[in-house]
């Protein structure tokens, strides 16, 4: 098992700024993706970001040039830097992996979110 927690979310006005975390634990051989996607009150999940093991990024068109994606492979550990956040980023915040553990198991992992609101 792939266990995921997230932090760093929090309440910020219109403009500001927000770093989330997520931490992997448990044996990893090969790391495929890591990666966010969010949801807002009433809508479905989205994606935000991803980040491949070789570092190959991709964000939705929504969050371009304000969100980066990175990743600690040594810390097991993916990074969303979020600046210019808009009240429209309002949403619970979701970790995930997949990847490939000991013995070519693969999984397919999620955090339990976490809450980021943007209002003044």
């Known amino acids: 098992q792939v266990h995921l927690v997230e932090s760093g979310g929090g309440l910020v006005q219109p403009g500001g700024s927000l770093r989330l975390s997520c931490a992997a634990s448990?044996?990893?051989?090969?790391?495929?993706?890591m990666g966010w996607h969010r949801q807002a009150p009433g809508k479905g999940r989205e994606l935000v970001a991803t980040?491949?093991?070789?570092?190959?990024?991709n964000y939705a068109d929504s969050v371009k040039g304000r969100f980066t994606i990175s990743g600690d492979n040594a810390k097991k550990t993916v990074y969303l830097q979020m600046n210019n956040l808009k009240p429209e980023d309002t949403a619970v915040y979701y970790c995930?992996?997949?990847?490939?553990?000991?013995?070519?198991?693969?999984?397919?992992?999620w955090g339990q979110g976490t809450q980021v609101t943007v209002s003044s």
């Open positions: 980040i491949t093991g070789a570092g190959r990024t």
């Open positions: 995930y992996a997949r990847g490939v553990q000991p013995m070519g198991i693969p999984f397919d992992s």
């Open positions: 448990g044996s990893i051989s090969r790391s495929n993706a």
